[in-house]
């Protein structure tokens, strides 16, 4: 009885050392993802900014999208 008591500690001790190392990786590599991804820097929303002008005596402006580099929209009559 105290042999096959001694044999299952055993073969618990050994499956635990074996499965701990991989568990303790397994994070780490989590871990190096993450701190990985708070580096990145992503706009959540589209920066725009307005520009306006006088057009033939009546007041126009537009849309300009800093985030892509472009116009968002054509000369708006005020």
């Known amino acids: 009885m105290k042999k096959r008591l001694a044999v299952f500690l055993f073969i618990c001790l050994m499956?635990?050392?074996f499965a701990i190392p991989a568990m303790a990786t397994e994070a780490t590599a989590t871990q190096q993802v993450s701190e990985a991804e708070a580096q990145e820097i992503v706009p959540l929303t589209e920066m725009t900014r307005l520009y306006f002008r006088w057009y033939g005596?009546?007041?126009?402006?537009?849309v300009w999208s800093i985030?892509?580099?472009r116009w968002?929209?054509?000369w708006i009559s005020a």
Do not use: I
């Open 67 to 69: 985030t892509n580099g």
């Open 15 to 17: 499956a635990f050392s």
């Open 72 to 74: 968002l929209t054509d």
């Open 57 to 62: 005596g009546v007041l126009q402006m537009r």
